[in-house]
């Protein structure tokens, strides 16, 4: 399981630095999660203004 954050995020940041395995990047219109190392634990989700990280 992993997180991926969908096309509503604003790209405010806010959820980078929450995330325990640093695995949140700028992309290039949206942030985007490495699901490969995403350990599912939420922290993006509770930070995000916009709800825009989504469990798969
Ligand atoms: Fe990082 Fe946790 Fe969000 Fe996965 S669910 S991207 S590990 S903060
Ligand atoms: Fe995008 Fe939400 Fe992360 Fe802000 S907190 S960069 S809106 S996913």
Not at 36 to 47: F, K, Y
């Amino acid at each position: 399981m992993a997180y991926v954050i969908n096309e509503s995020c604003i790209a405010c940041g806010a959820c980078e630095s929450e995330c325990p395995v640093s695995c949140i990047s700028a992309g290039d219109n949206v942030y985007v999660i490495d699901e490969d190392v995403c350990i599912d634990c939420g922290s993006c989700a509770n930070v995000c203004p916009v709800d825009a990280p989504q469990q798969k």
